[in-house]
């Protein structure tokens, strides 16, 4: 008997580029976040701090966590990640305060990505992997800060976070749903998943940060992209997701930020985004980085202003550094991975 014709993987790779993942729910995620970052912003700007919207974004991704859909737990977890957000957060405002920030930032951003990566694998997090951890740590510790606004900025970051654990349980108890099954155990070891995102930080900030680019945190986000992803053919697609989805997003991001932004349309503007964001990155990574470069491209500049161009810039190469060392961080570490999977696969079978 003939086997069938195998699929070439550039097809396979073409064919998940473009498709959509099944997301119920995904609409009560952005609307979630929206509301959360509208009401953030009516507060900031109404005592003219919108320097900290940065901090208010972290707080909102806690309603990430914990299933799109309803159900009688997910409030726990959502306080969980809601705490490490806000931890994560915390400590790259107390390296923001550093002279020597951008080289201190690269150890500690490594620190979280390997804790990140371990307990996302054996708690089985949903988004999974540590680019969220690595993500607020790494933003906010790139911007200078005064020691005197880190009250602030740990009170914004909290609240927005316990804004999200609230109105995510005001959902459960409107709209109560059948409990959701568990989700499936990872495939990664949690110990891979940690060594992996740990040299993909390191490697991808001290890159970055020695050729002197301006935002070398953006790098060390993107090194952790592939990451979570168990085959090669999956961090394939997830890396070019994120290098298509920038291209795009870059393209947005002059199209509505190379003019003067009034105040009242960040009102319009960031909600809309942060929706946008969470609406689709779990249907398709690339479209939802189409509104996740506008929206850190503009959180990065109200924080700490300098011209447009030059963030746009920064984005597109330290994007390429990072997806680049993520991939090869991936592929050098994959035996590593197959011998973890033959060993659980092993014991699992004693």
């Known amino acids: 008997m003939s086997k069938p014709p195998r699929t070439g993987i550039v097809k396979v790779v073409g064919r998940d580029l473009i498709s959509f993942v099944p997301a119920p729910g995904s609409w009560r995620v952005g609307a979630r976040a929206g509301l959360l970052i509208l009401a953030a912003l009516i507060v900031l700007i109404s005592v003219d701090r919108m320097d900290l919207a940065l901090y208010a974004c972290f707080g909102v991704f806690a309603t990430l966590y ?21 931890a994560s957060s915390t400590s790259g405002a107390l390296v923001a305060t550093l002279d020597s920030r951008a080289w201190v930032a690269i150890p500690v951003a490594a620190a979280w990505a390997g804790f990140a990566g371990w307990r996302s694998e054996a708690a089985s997090w949903r988004p999974s992997g540590p680019m969220f951890m690595v993500f607020s740590f790494a933003t906010i510790s790139s911007v200078p800060t005064e020691i005197e606004t880190l009250p602030l900025a740990i009170l914004v970051t909290f609240s ?12 459960t108890w ?5 409990p959701q099954p568990a989700p499936p155990a990872s495939p990664k070891h949690p110990l891979v998943m940690s060594v992996q995102a740990i040299v993909a930080v390191l490697l991808a900030g001290t890159i970055a940060t020695a050729a002197g ?22 961090q394939v697609v997830r ?8 291209l795009l ?31 689709f990155v779990g249907k398709n990574y690339a479209i939802a980085c ?26 597109l190469i330290e994007t390429l550094i990072g997806v680049v060392v993520g991939m090869a961080v991936s592929a050098a570490t994959y035996p590593l991975l197959r011998r973890s999977e033959a060993s659980r696969e092993g014991s ?3």
């Open 249 to 279: 997003g870059l393209a947005l991001s002059a199209a509505i930020l190379l003019g003067d932004i009034p105040t009242w349309s960040l009102l319009i503007l960031l909600p809309l985004l942060q929706f946008s964001v969470e609406f």
């Open 290 to 315: 189409i509104f996740i470069t506008p929206l850190a491209i503009v959180l990065t500049f109200l924080a700490f202003p300098v011209p447009i161009e030059s963030l746009m810039f920064d984005r």
């Open 348 to 350: 699992s079978d004693d």
């Open 174 to 178: 409107l709209f109560p749903t059948k």
């Open 160 to 171: 927005t976070a316990a804004g999200a654990v609230l109105l995510g349980a005001l959902e």
């Open 213 to 234: 680019i301006g935002h070398p945190f953006w790098a060390m986000i993107a090194a952790v992209v592939p990451i979570p992803m168990h085959r090669i053919r999956h």
């Open 239 to 246: 890396s070019s997701h994120r290098v298509v989805g920038t």
């Open 66 to 86: 914990g299933g799109r859909l309803t159900s009688p737990k997910r409030w726990r977890t959502q306080v969980g990640m809601g705490l490490l957000l806000t």
